[in-house]
């Protein structure tokens, strides 16, 4: 289940008392499922990315059959690092996911339960489920429940105070929607970011082997019912110069190489100079101050690339 987005200025529905506030994590969504002594760790792609945290293999062991839903993050100075985690995202071989587990562990956040004991549980309304997570007793120090709060405003004075990204309001009579972006779950960002698609790429001025810029785009809907079209959402090059970000992205964009742009319209001439075309199935995370009124990011920032994404879901609405 996915939240709407909302500006934290505006408030919520004038029904404060059927909400409650959690923290929004910065990290990677999974669903984590622990059957008969084993843990499968599930990204939002359905990709199995449970070899990519050993750390947290020994929740396995903590409970016979539970099913839950919640946030890897890793922590840089008590704040979750995104940038951090996303290394992480990628891995497939035991020995560097140990090496990165050493060096950065991460936890788990768990923010609700799907299923547990054998008994599915997303029929449930939203304030049943947090009473039966409550009833498990978390294991080591890998795994926490996400603190829930009755007032907005004190958890939003504290996400900023503290740095972090923002609140998840939940309705409490809410039932369980796989996939389903829900107006009963409000995410209110501080800090505003997306998901968006390459599209191209430009050298770096005087470095040809190195990535400069990208351009970025969404799939927009049209009102007549065809074709999704890839709308131009602007060019990004800070965050690009270090050497992680370079290696990740011409890993994967090497062999996405098409002769024309996939953008719907007209790429403006300072933004298309010099641009290599791909097709648009990388998804990376950006950070920005805004959009333009053309609907362009205003001063983005990369952030990583997001592996446990599909480039099929990422559309203007998420934004």
């Known amino acids: 289940m996915l939240a709407t987005a909302a500006d934290p200025r505006r408030g919520l529905p004038a029904d404060g008392s059927n909400w409650s506030y959690e923290v929004k994590w910065d990290g990677m969504r999974v669903l984590a499922d622990i059957h008969e002594g084993q843990l499968r760790l599930t990204s939002r792609t359905e990709r199995d990315v449970t070899i990519a945290f050993p750390e947290l293999v020994d929740l396995g062991s903590a409970h016979p059959d539970v099913l839950l839903d919640?946030?890897?993050?890793?922590?840089?100075?008590?704040?979750?690092?995104?940038?951090?985690?996303?290394?992480?995202?990628?891995?497939?071989?035991?020995?560097?996911?140990?090496?990165?587990?050493?060096?950065?562990?991460?936890?788990?956040?768990v923010f609700d339960a799907l299923r547990m004991y054998g008994v599915d549980l997303m029929t449930r309304a939203w304030q049943e489920r947090r009473q039966a997570l409550e009833r498990l007793e978390p294991s080591g120090r890998s795994?926490?429940?996400?603190?829930?709060?009755?007032?907005?405003?004190?958890?939003?004075?504290?996400?900023?105070?503290?740095q972090l990204e923002g609140v998840v309001a939940k309705r409490r009579t809410s039932i369980y929607r796989p996939n389903f972006r829900s107006p009963d779950w409000i995410k209110l960002a501080h800090k505003r970011q997306a998901?968006?698609?390459?599209?191209?790429?430009?050298?770096?001025?005087?470095?040809?082997?190195?990535?400069?810029?990208?351009?970025?785009?969404?799939?927009?809907?049209?009102?007549?019912g065809s074709e999704p079209r890839l709308q131009f959402?602007?060019?990004?090059?800070?965050?690009?110069?270090?050497?992680?970000?370079?290696?990740?992205?011409?890993?994967?964009?090497?062999k996405l190489s098409v002769p024309g742009s996939p953008f719907a319209e007209s790429i403006?001439?300072?933004?298309?100079?010099?641009?290599?075309?791909?097709?648009?199935?990388?998804?990376?995370?950006?950070?920005?101050?805004?959009?333009?009124?053309?609907?362009?990011?205003?001063?983005?920032?990369?952030?990583?690339?997001?592996?446990?994404?599909?480039?099929?879901?990422?559309?203007?609405?998420?934004?």
Do not use: K
């Open 70 to 109: 919640g946030e890897i993050v890793v922590l840089a100075d008590g704040i979750p690092s995104f940038s951090t985690l996303a290394e992480r995202f990628h891995v497939r071989e035991a020995r560097r996911a140990a090496a990165l587990a050493s060096r950065a562990p991460a936890n788990l956040i």
């Open 143 to 162: 795994w926490q429940l996400s603190p829930v709060q009755d007032e907005l405003e004190p958890l939003l004075e504290a996400t900023i105070e503290h």
């Open 195 to 224: 998901s968006v698609l390459i599209g191209g790429w430009r050298e770096e001025t005087g470095d040809a082997s190195r990535i400069g810029a990208l351009l970025l785009g969404w799939w927009t809907r049209p009102l007549d």
């Open 233 to 254: 959402a602007g060019r990004v090059g800070s965050g690009l110069a270090a050497g992680a970000a370079q290696s990740d992205l011409r890993r994967l964009l090497r």
């Open 268 to 319: 403006p001439r300072p933004d298309a100079n010099g641009a290599h075309w791909v097709r648009p199935e990388v998804v990376v995370e950006v950070r920005y101050l805004g959009r333009t009124e053309g609907g362009r990011l205003r001063q983005p920032v990369y952030r990583g690339v997001r592996s446990d994404l599909e480039p099929e879901e990422i559309t203007l609405d998420q934004v």
